[in-house]
């Protein structure tokens, strides 16, 4: 069970003894335990100018979903683009491919890079998308 107080803060000071703010942990909502969401997380890099990108962390389901919405993307003559390793390659521009990942739930988290390349993390939360059997096309 979680402690019934927090000691915030203990200082001495040469004017006075030894000081403690404690504080109940029912007057501090923000401390008390959360409950543990399971969530998955999805890396998509690529640059916003050019239809390729490259999608990692996807669960095979999330894979199939993804070439079936953007194999259509390639000419007849065309071979598919190498996959890296621990991902998959998609022809088409990381925008188009984050909507898609939208679509079944995943949320952009953060992303970073510079002209040259992007990167986005996408989370899902786990819990919420239980009721889920298949995805929608």
């Keep these: 069970p979680p402690p019934s107080s927090i000691l915030l803060m203990a ?3 040469p004017l006075s003894s030894v000081s403690c703010l404690v504080l ?3 007057d501090v909502p923000y401390y008390q335990p959360q409950a543990m969401d399971m969530s998955s997380y ?5 640059t916003h100018s050019k239809d390729g990108c490259q999608v ?3 669960t095979p389901r999330e894979v199939r979903y993804l070439r079936s ?8 003559s065309t071979t598919p683009p190498p996959n890296p390793p621990h991902g998959i390659s998609l022809p088409a521009t990381p925008m188009v491919v984050l909507n898609a990942l939208g679509y079944i ?3 952009v988290i953060s992303t970073s890079g510079d002209k040259k390349c992007y990167l986005w ?3 899902r939360n786990l819990d919420a998308d239980q ?3 298949s995805y929608q096309e």
Excluded at 69 to 76: V, Y
């Design 11 to 13: 200082t001495e000071s």
């Design 24 to 26: 109940r942990m029912d």
């Design 42 to 46: 999805v890396a998509v890099t690529g």
């Design 56 to 58: 990692f962390g996807c």
């Design 69 to 76: 919405k953007f194999s259509a993307n390639l000419p007849s």
């Design 105 to 107: 739930g995943f949320k």
């Design 121 to 123: 993390t996408m989370e």
């Design 131 to 133: 009721h889920k059997e």
